[in-house]
C-alpha cells in the first residue's frame, strides 16, 4: 500500500493503482494558469497561496451495455451525427465495425449518425474511445453534458504538445453512480473533490477522496464514480488523452 506522508488527510491506495495527492483545502487550483469562475466564487482564496499540483505526470477493451435508451447527454445534440460519420469514414470505418470496436448496437450508432437518436453520455464515450479520441471530438462546445447519473459541466479544452486536456465541473447526487467504459490506451482521469465523498476509479479498485483531496487514475479500463454517504459531492475532473501514434 502506498500512503501520503498526512494521515489525517491523505488518501491510501494501492501502489499499482495510480497516484495520490493532497491539496488542503479550500483547493488552491488552477491548471494551465487558469481559475475557473465556479472554482473562484465557492472558494474564493482558491487563487492565493501556491498553485495546485500539475496534471503532467503520468501514472502507472471491454465492450458496455448499450446506453441508447438511458438519458441524452445533450439538450442538443446537432452536427454530432455528422461528425461521427466523417470521423468513422476517415478511419475507413464500415457502421458495423466501429459499432462492434465501441460496444454497442449497430442501430444505435445508425440513429446517432443520421441524427435521430440523442445519445447518452455512455454512448457518446463508447465511440470517441473506439475511435481513440477525446470526448470534445463530438462535444465541440463548453456546456453542460449528463451522464446516467452525473451532472457535468465542459469549462474548457486545451492541448500541451502530444495530450489534450478536458476540464469539466461534476455534480453527482448522493448515494448515485456512474460508470464509464474504458477510454483509449494511456487516457488517465484526475479529481479534485470539493464538497462531500467520492469512490471513483477503475471498477475492481475505486479510489476514496473527501474535500480538499485529489485522486487520479489510468482510464483505459472501465470505471465509475460514486457519491459515498448523505452528501452531494462536487468535484473537478480532469481528463488527459495523449493523442495515439499516426497510423
Known sequence: MKALANPTSAVTIPASTGCTRYLPPPAALQ????????LQESHPTATEGRRGVPFTERCD????????EGRPALAESTGIGARVTALR???????????????????????????TRNPTLETLYAV?????????????APGP?????????????????????????????????QTSPAHHAGVTEHVTVFAGVLRS???????????GEHVEWPADVPHGYEAEGPAD??????????????P
Open 31 to 38: 491548471w494551465g494558469g487558469f481559475t475557473p469562475a465556479w
Open 61 to 68: 477493451d471491454s465492450p458496455m451495455p448499450d446506453a441508447a
Open 89 to 115: 469514414s476517415a478511419r475507413g470505418l464500415s457502421l458495423s465495425e466501429l459499432a462492434r470496436r465501441a460496444g454497442i448496437g449497430k442501430a444505435t450508432l445508425s440513429g446517432l449518425e443520421a441524427g
Open 128 to 140: 470517441t474511445s473506439a475511435l481513440g479520441l477525446p470526448l470534445t471530438a463530438l462535444v465541440a
Open 145 to 177: 453534458i449528463r451522464g446516467s447519473a452525473a451532472e457535468m459541466a465542459l469549462l474548457r479544452v486545451f492541448d500541451d504538445g502530444p495530450v489534450t486536456y478536458e476540464l469539466y465541473r461534476m455534480h453527482l447526487p448522493a448515494g448515485a453512480t
Open 201 to 211: 476509479g477503475p471498477l475492481d479498485r475505486p479510489l476514496r477522496a473527501g474535500p
Open 233 to 246: 459531492v462536487e468535484a473537478a475532473l480532469l481528463i488527459r488523452y495523449p493523442h495515439p501514434p499516426s
